[in-house]
Structures are given as structure tokens and as C-alpha cells.
């Protein structure tokens, strides 16, 4: 199964962090690059965030989507 590269990312940050003995200490394996509906905290999720400017013709500010 291929993955975008988006993705594939996630998942490789997502199986580094499961081998990190501090955040499995932390929140053990619930680390999800797809959440479960009804996840069990403490974990660590992957969403995808997105900066835009906004404002006047110099574009000061900026907008998280």
C-alpha cells in the first residue's frame, strides 16, 4: 500500500516517537497518525495545521487554519 508523502511522514515520525522510551513512558503505543473515535488519553495525535497571512497589501498577521 502506498502512502502520499504527507503521510508517510506521520507515520515515520509517529513509529519514532513509539520507540522513544520518554513518550512511551508517558502515553505508552497510543500514538495515532488515524485517531480511533474514541481514543484513550493521554496520546499523541497527528493533524494537519496550515498558516496563511492576512491583512492589508503588506500582508501583516497571519491566520491558522
Same mark, same amino acid.
Given at each position: 500500500m502506498s502512502?502520499? !508523502?504527507?503521510?508517510?511522514?506521520?507515520? =515515520?515520525?509517529?513509529?519514532?516517537? #513509539?520507540?522513544? !522510551?520518554?513518550?512511551?513512558?508517558?502515553? =505508552?503505543?497510543?500514538?495515532?497518525?488515524? !485517531?480511533p473515535r474514541?481514543?484513550?488519553?493521554?496520546?499523541?495525535? &497527528?493533524?494537519?495545521?496550515?498558516?496563511? !497571512? &492576512? =491583512? =492589508?497589501?503588506?500582508?501583516r498577521g497571519?491566520? #491558522?487554519?
Amino acid at each position: 500500500m502506498s502512502l502520499d !508523502p504527507e503521510r508517510a511522514l506521520a507515520a =515515520g515520525l509517529a513509529a519514532m516517537l #513509539i520507540a522513544a !522510551p520518554a513518550v512511551t513512558a508517558l502515553v =505508552g503505543t497510543r500514538v495515532h497518525v488515524d !485517531p480511533p473515535r474514541l481514543a484513550t488519553y493521554p496520546c499523541v495525535r &497527528f493533524t494537519r495545521q496550515e498558516s496563511r !497571512p &492576512f =491583512g =492589508g497589501p503588506k500582508g501583516r498577521g497571519w491566520s #491558522i487554519c
